[in-house]
């Protein structure tokens, strides 16, 4: 009886202890309890213990509003509830890392990252779990970062997103060139449904030139990458396949066998206020015996490219603060002005000389390409909250290839509302 009385005290004054951390936290005195500590750290929930475990509570809400001039009908309609994740990162001892990251909405892939990361060694870390493929700079960009509401055209459906896989990651010449480099069990969550890929191998190798070379103060703030993925996939209809903003479908998907080639080059320039990025994609899908007499068909050849410019209207973007909660929802950070031109198109190589074709199975595919500018207005109400308000003006090649048939160009005015913690 002694003992059980014991055990409820206890329990007992832990709760009390994490009932009262986040106000002790604010006073900088919950570090000091040796326990379970459950304190407000940058602005978000967070568990110590000790100093072996670390434990961030992340919140992550997302809805978007959206409408289109001429008039399109699609399945989300004009409201979009994008995103509803809850997860945590952290780590165990200083030579782990985990995330854990779940989307509560119904989507295909809920489960977005499950990894840890060994990192006792800076130059050669090791990743292993649920987590994105290393290619292309807009993809690798976290969603709530985003300058857009929407990811560019070849950040959506070039790149290959999430998978499961293990990666060697790290800093080399004193954190001045990053690589990564994993192999993965698929091609990626950005096929869809469909997980087409068997195996992928990717790489990508980042830096600033400055670093090495003689250049004057204005290459300072210059970043340059590359990086590539490669992929055999087996037999059927499952090519990349081309889908607009709107998430209607320009390019369908063709036949396919073979190796799956993606190359991709990126920049990021910061120069002062003004941020510059750009990036180009290419992929190559073989079709072995894919014609209906069963003989090699031309690859599928699809490439793009965007180049996007932010900068700041007035006030400035600020981190997430120490500081009291409540008093950092009224401090407005700032305004910025964002705007984005980007290109993609799907096609085939053909060497006979044949007329074009939309069949699956076509020697020369019929080719399709989107054209997409993007206006965009980003209000950093306080550090928890912003606000998008983008237009987009979208033109395609084929205009029966489109999200309304005949019709080939068109405008889309999306708002988002944003809330993380």
Not at 4 to 30: D, I
Request: proline share 5%.
């Amino acid at each position: 009886m002694h003992g059980n009385r014991t055990t409820a005290w206890r329990r007992q004054a832990l709760v009390a202890c994490l009932a009262t951390a986040p106000l002790l936290a604010e006073h900088g005195e919950a570090g000091k309890d040796k326990e379970a500590v459950l304190s407000v750290m940058k602005g978000r929930p967070s568990l110590r213990v000790g100093d072996w475990l670390k434990v961030d509570f992340r919140t992550k809400i997302q809805a978007d509003f959206r409408g289109f001039r001429p008039e399109i009908k699609t399945a989300e309609g004009w409201f979009d509830p994008r995103r509803l994740r809850l997860g945590i990162q952290g780590r165990a001892t200083s030579d782990l890392e985990f995330q854990i990251e779940f989307d509560l909405l119904p989507r295909h892939h809920q489960l977005r990252d499950a990894f840890v990361n060994y990192r006792r060694f800076p130059r050669y870390q090791l990743q292993a779990g649920k987590f994105k493929i290393p290619f292309g700079l807009d993809q690798l960009t976290e969603p709530t970062d985003l300058d857009f509401v929407y990811r560019s055209r070849i950040g959506e459906m070039l790149a290959p997103g999430r998978d499961t896989g293990i990666m060697v990651h790290g800093v080399l010449f004193e954190q001045e060139l990053r690589y990564s480099a994993g192999l993965f069990r698929h091609d990626g969550e950005n096929a869809e449904i469909i997980l087409s890929g068997a195996r992928t191998l990717a790489a990508r190798l980042t830096g600033s030139p400055a670093a090495f070379l003689p250049a004057p103060a204005f290459f300072k703030g210059l970043e340059l990458g590359a990086a590539f993925t490669h992929t055999l996939v087996p037999e059927g209809l499952t090519s990349l396949r081309g889908r607009s903003v709107a998430g209607e479908t320009f390019f369908p998907r063709m036949y396919v066998r073979g190796t799956r080639w993606r190359q991709g080059l990126e920049l990021n320039w910061q120069l002062g206020s003004l941020s510059l990025k750009g990036e180009y994609m290419g992929t190559r899908e073989e079709r072995l015996r894919q014609s209906l007499l069963r003989t090699d068909l031309p690859p599928l050849r699809t490439g793009g490219w965007y180049v996007s410019a932010t900068h700041p209207l007035f006030g400035q973007r600020k981190d997430r603060t120490s500081g009291s909660f409540l008093r950092s929802l009224i401090r407005t950070n700032g305004v910025e002005a964002v705007v984005r031109y980007e290109v993609i198109r799907f096609g085939s190589e053909d060497s006979s000389g044949s007329a074009p074709s939309r069949s699956p199975r076509a020697t020369n595919v019929w080719p399709n390409q989107d054209r997409a500018w993007s206006f965009g207005i980003n209000w950093y109400t306080n550090p928890y909250t912003k606000l998008q308000f983008n237009a987009i003006r979208e033109a395609f090649q084929d205009p029966l290839c489109t999200p309304v048939s005949g019709i080939d160009r068109y405008w889309m005015f999306a708002g988002r509302v944003q809330f993380v913690l």
